[in-house]
């Protein structure tokens, strides 16, 4: 069975490669799971239809049969534990990629995201500028300590996994902020990620929604 993923019909990202979808359609890829794509418009994701399947009205979602998930570290472990290739097979080494899926999206992320969002959300208020240095040292303190476990290796621990797949998109969120050029391995890092066969095909089909032609994902 395909499964079917939601996707902004035009990500507000400009086609970075940075919307959630982006997370799911890598771990297909790297799966070799073919997997069909319905853009959903921002009136949509507020409409019974779409808030049947997410409930805080966001993408992506993921269909399969009676499978119906939101969430994309969900999702992404949904589809680490049912295919081969993002999860090791010894079990001590599984629960650390495990726990470093987690550490990606709660541990790291949040901190990104809030100064990412910042301009948008508190851009107006006097005390804005005072505030983004602090914002900023909060995410030097987690990439420092991201960097000294990441070490001079390629891998968090041992071969990739689902846990590098999504500290890699979460690191992305954070270029262009000026705070992971103090941490050199971990840009060296993300291009190791952005390198890989399965994060190429899933960019390309990522930055399609902005053609005419939605393809269907895995090795288009």
């Known amino acids: 069975m395909t499964p079917t993923i939601t996707a902004f019909e035009r990500s ?3 086609g970075r ?11 297909l890829e790297e799966v070799g799971q073919l997997y069909d794509v ?5 009136g949509q994701m507020k409409e019974p239809a779409h808030l049947a399947l997410h409930p805080f009205g966001q993408i992506p979602t993921f269909e399969a049969g009676d499978v119906v998930l939101f ?7 949904h589809l680490a534990e049912r295919h081969q290739g993002l999860l090791p097979k010894d079990a001590s080494a599984r629960a650390r ?4 899926m987690f550490a990606a999206l709660n541990t790291v992320e949040p901190p990104i995201v809030e100064r990412e969002q910042a301009p948008y959300a508190e851009g107006d208020k006097p005390w804005h500028k005072e505030r983004l240095p602090l914002l900023e040292d909060r995410i030097r303190r987690r990439l420092a300590q991201l960097s000294v476990r990441l070490g001079d290796a390629d ?4 071969a990739f996994s689902a846990g ?57």
């Open 38 to 42: 319905r853009p959903v418009s921002f």
């Open 71 to 77: 969430e994309s570290g969900a999702i992404v472990l």
């Open 97 to 100: 990629a495990v726990a470093w």
């Open 155 to 158: 891998w968090l621990d041992g």
């Open 17 to 27: 490669g940075l919307a959630r979808d982006m997370r799911v359609r890598w771990a």
């Open 12 to 14: 507000p990202d400009g």
């Open 164 to 220: 590098d797949l999504l500290m890699v998109m979460v690191l992305r969120r954070a270029e262009g902020m000026g705070v992971l050029e103090d941490f050199p391995n971990l840009p060296a890092y993300i291009s190791r990620g952005e390198a890989r066969p399965a994060y190429r095909r899933a960019f390309a089909a990522q930055r399609a929604l902005f053609s005419d032609t939605v393809p269907t994902g895995a090795g288009t």
